[in-house]
Structures are given as C-alpha cells and as structure tokens.
T-cell receptor, first 112, second 114 residues
Framework: DQQVKQNSPSLSVQEGRISILNCDYTNSMFDYFLWYKKYPAEGPTFLISISSIKDKNEDGRFTVFLNKSAKHLSLHIVPSQPGDSAVYFCAAREPGNTPLVFGKGTRLSVIA | NAGVMQNPRHLVRRRGQEARLRCSPMKGHSHVYWYRQLPEEGLKFMVYLQKENIIDESGMPKERFSAEFPKEGPSILRIQQVVRGDSAAYFC????????????FGPGTRLTVT
C-alpha cells in the first residue's frame, strides 16, 4: 500500500521551460514533505521541504506547492536546466522522530 | 566538513555469506537511518538508530538483518546468510535530531548477491 505516489515515472522538458513534478499521498497524518534529487550512483540530495501549515515554499528556481485538501504536492523548477536531469523523489513524514516515506521517483530529463 | 560516508560502495557476496555495510554520519549527527532501494522502486525505510539505541526497526526484516550504532565508530547494517533478493542499494542517512531536522544521505552501498 503506497502512501506516497509519484504517478509519472518520467518527464521530458526543454531547457528554459518549467518542470512540474507531482506527488500524491494518502496518509493524512503526514505533516512534513520533502523533495530529494538523485543522480545515478549517488545518494539522494535534499532539495526543498514544506510543512503542512504552509501551502508554498520557494528556494531559488525551486518552488513546492502543497494542497492539503487534495493531498497533493508539486515541485516546480523554473527555468529548467540540463543539470536538473535526475530522478526526483517525493517524501513525507508523520510528526515526531518518524522515518521518511518515499515515492518511487520521477526521472526528469531536461533537453537542451 | 565531510558528508555521510558509506563503505564499501560496492559489495558482492555469494548466497549464504554475510554482508556488513558501514555508515559514518555527518559530524555532530547522532541520528542514523538505513533505507533500501530495490530496482525501479523508491527508498524503503529499514531502521532508525541513535547512539547505542535502536529507536524504530519497523522496516527491518525479522530474520537475518540487524543494525547497530555503537558509542564509538560507524553504524553497521549486517545481513546474514544473504539471498538473491537482498541485492539492492542500501542508503544511510543522518540528521542532527529528529523532526524537523533534514536527513542527509550517503552515496549508498550497492549489494549484489550471486
């Protein structure tokens, strides 16, 4: 039973355009959401996070939006760059010292 | 300031052998998490440890798997009598504390069981 779902296994975007990666969750206890980026043969790298008390968090080219009523979050990257090509994982956690629950990832390819 | 270190990066074991995976957290971090990634899957939580204590092992298989984080030295994930299904990438993450601190990941150990 997947609590965090990334329904698009892959996404291709042209350089300079916006990349939108989506994530849905089923566990209403989740109160903190994170995006990680992963290159081949490397560990995931933390990108951006959002608490459930917010609906938007922005950091440079990266913005995460949270829609609690729809149990949906999205990561926007604008403008997209070839170096953004990687697998992006959405993760969530319940309050307290709880482990992260990951989605299966979306492979983003930014084409020059 | 070194990040999370894992070794070995690649490990090949025959069925029935033991695998030992090591994780040195970032300096100052006392919380360690182990995750496993199977091909085409996301990362799945295995175990959460603080120094000398297992806090949550709900993701750990009941048999053959164990983990420790001693007072001195790295955290160790041990898999006894490995089987082909144990072949995966094993990632360790560390954090300064629990919520809301971020978890920082090591490069992973890719275990292949032949």
């Amino acid at each position: 039973d997947q609590q965090v779902k990334q329904n698009s296994p892959s996404l291709s975007v042209q350089e300079g355009r916006i990349s939108i990666l989506n994530c849905d969750y089923t566990n209403s206890m989740f109160d903190y959401f994170l995006w990680y980026k992963k290159y081949p043969a490397e560990g995931p790298t933390f990108l951006i996070s959002i608490s459930s008390i917010k609906d938007k968090n922005e950091d440079g080219r990266f913005t995460v939006f949270l829609n609690k009523s729809a149990k949906h979050l999205s990561l926007h990257i604008v403008p997209s760059q070839p170096g953004d090509s990687a697998v992006y994982f959405c993760a969530a956690r319940e309050p307290g010292n709880t482990p992260l629950v990951f989605g299966k990832g979306t492979r983003l390819s930014v084409i020059a | 300031n070194a990040g999370v270190m894992q070794n070995p990066r690649h490990l090949v074991r025959r069925r029935g052998q033991e695998a030992r995976l090591r994780c040195s957290p970032m300096k100052g971090h006392s919380h360690v998490y182990w995750y496993r990634q199977l091909p085409e899957e996301g990362l799945k939580f295995m175990v959460y440890l603080q120094k000398e204590n297992i806090i949550d092992e709900s993701g750990m298989p009941k048999e053959r798997f164990s983990a420790e984080f001693p007072k001195e030295g790295p955290s160790i994930l041990r898999i006894q009598q490995v089987v082909r299904g144990d072949s995966a990438a094993y990632f360790c993450a560390s954090s300064l504390g629990g919520t809301p601190y971020e978890q920082y990941f090591g490069p992973g150990t890719r275990l292949t069981v032949t």
